[in-house]
T-cell receptor, first 114, second 113 residues
Framework: KAGVTQTPRYLIKTRGQQVTLSCSPI?????VSWYQQTPGQGLQFLFE???????NKGNFPGRFSGRQFSNSRSEMNVSTLELGDSALYLC?????????????FGPGTRLTVL | DQQVKQNSPSLSVQEGRISILNCDYT??????FLWYKKYPAEGPTFLIS?????DKNEDGRFTVFLNKSAKHLSLHIVPSQPGDSAVYFC????????????FGKGITLSVRP
């Protein structure tokens, strides 16, 4: 099976712009989670989608949003970009929403905000 | 509030020796714990997990130990190999359907040949 894919892999934006990142889960996986990784902060949970519904949300401002389509592909959007949004954004998919189900991560999208 | 703590940012070990990576947690509701390994330019990959009903889980060279009373877990890699050099993340969750994974900040392991 193909793994989790994320596009684009690298992105450079300026403050105030908005950005959309895309994630295609492993075929058959219905749960998609998004994480932000910054140096020294580990992986911070953004949100989780299952069957097109947001099931869980982390402590991020409303500028961060996401959605999931009927084919389980997911997008996340960040509006009014700030310098602090520069990070690696990781998407992970799993078969179910249960937390003992292994999450498989994509390679991430490296976002740089200038 | 950091609920999962990996207090040592880095660890250097000689090839063939044991690597011990530590992780502490504060949330007593956590009952399932995982370790992920991450190479540069790649996403994290699942390594091993342990449920709170166990105190040890072993998979090849990797063993995870859980001390619930101390809210502490550790990952042992024996013997360590240069290919094990990576960032290791500890993660924890409570096994409710709407619970999320909480990750530590990671430990960079370097295995010297």
């Amino acid at each position: 099976k193909a793994g989790v894919t994320q596009t684009p892999r690298y992105l450079i934006k300026t403050r105030g712009q908005q950005v959309t990142l895309s994630c295609s889960p492993i075929s058959g996986h219905r749960s998609v989670s998004w994480y932000q990784q910054t140096p020294g902060q580990g992986l911070q949970f953004l949100f989780e989608y299952f069957s097109e519904t947001q099931r869980n949300k982390g402590n991020f401002p409303g500028r961060f949003s996401g959605r999931q389509f009927s084919n389980s592909r997911s997008e996340m959007n960040v509006s009014t970009l700030e310098l602090g949004d520069s990070a690696l954004y990781l998407c992970a998919s799993s078969f179910t929403v249960g937390n003992t189900d292994t999450q498989y991560f994509g390679p991430g999208t490296r976002l740089t905000v200038l | 509030d950091q609920q999962v703590k990996q207090n040592s940012p880095s660890l250097s070990v000689q090839e063939g020796r044991i690597s011990i990576l530590n992780c502490d947690y504060t949330n007593s509701m956590f009952d399932y714990f995982l370790w992920y390994k991450k190479y540069p330019a790649e996403g994290p990959t699942f390594l091993i997990s342990i449920s709170s009903i166990k105190d040890k889980n072993e998979d090849g060279r990797f063993t995870v130990f859980l001390n619930k009373s101390a809210k502490h877990l550790s990952l042992h890699i024996v013997p360590s190999q240069p290919g094990d050099s990576a960032v290791y993340f500890c993660a924890a969750t409570s096994t409710g359907a709407n619970s999320k994974l909480t990750f530590g900040k990671g430990i960079t392991l370097s295995v010297r040949p």
